[in-house]
């Protein structure tokens, strides 16, 4: 097809769209102007069919108990933290030595310094 007649196609195409769409619309509006229902009834017509309301019992306030106090707990002194003596090691020095068993760390915490010279 050329350029022309597929251009046409889509412009037939689209006015049949448009006149489908403009004779749905019609039947809807047709459809919802029809009149439904039994005219000659009164609106009362159908309270007989509808169950009677039953009345709601009444509530009657449930006396609560009284509060009692809860009794609280006595409190007791806390207490206090002791000091006591550190035990020091005779001849350690503190730096580096190792004298003491296990000691190699050269008197540096885990973790510390590059650990080149240990």
């Known amino acids: 097809m050329s350029g022309r007649r597929r251009t046409a ?5 689209a006015l049949v769209g448009l006149v489908l769409a403009a004779g749905l619309t019609s039947a809807a509006a047709q459809l919802s102007n029809q ?9 009362t017509a159908g309270d007989a069919l509808a169950p009677t309301p039953t009345p ?3 509530r009657t ?7 009692t106090a809860a009794p609280r707990p006595t409190r007791t002194a806390t207490p206090s933290a002791t000091r006591t003596a550190v035990p020091t090691v005779a001849g350690s020095g503190g730096h580096g030595s190792d004298d ?10 885990r973790g510390r310094g590059r650990g080149g010279d240990d």
């Open 9 to 13: 196609a889509w412009v037939g195409i």
């Open 61 to 67: 306030a449930t006396p609560r108990p009284a509060r």
């Open 100 to 109: 003491g068993p296990g000691d190699d760390s050269g008197g540096r915490g």
């Open 35 to 43: 009149r439904v229902g039994l005219s000659s009834e009164p609106l």
């Open 56 to 58: 709601t019992p009444t």
